[in-house]
């Protein structure tokens, strides 16, 4: 029985997933935005999240923003690219931290 319900009302899993691929996808579209900037650019970028936020823009619209710089500094420091893998964690993470 739970089976059929779980295909008319979908996966909690699942519906989750759904929720947080928009986040993904818009990070990854980031990806070429990002990589030009200068390490002091990317640092500074953490004060606009900060006001962007402070101005009353919705943490999902900041995320794939903050998300990309991360991954960005993250490949330089570390000297491998983060996989999309990452930013799914990042954002089940991010999202468990929310109170939503």
């Given amino acids: 029985m739970l089976k059929w319900l779980a295909g008319i009302i979908g996966d909690t899993s699942e519906a ?3 929720k947080l691929e928009h986040l993904v996808v818009a990070t ?4 070429e935005d990002v990589q030009p900037l ?3 650019e990317l640092r500074t970028r953490t004060d606009q999240f900060r006001q962007r ?3 009353g823009e919705e943490l ?3 995320l794939p923003d903050a998300f990309a710089v991360v991954r960005e500094m ?3 420091r570390l000297g491998s690219a983060t996989t999309t893998s990452s930013s799914w964690a990042a954002s089940f993470l991010t999202r468990a931290r929310s109170p939503r």
């Fill in 16 to 18: 989750k997933l759904k």
């Fill in 28 to 31: 990854n579209d980031r990806e």
């Fill in 38 to 40: 200068t390490d002091a």
């Fill in 53 to 55: 936020l402070a101005d």
């Fill in 60 to 62: 999902d619209d900041v």
């Fill in 74 to 76: 993250a490949q330089r």
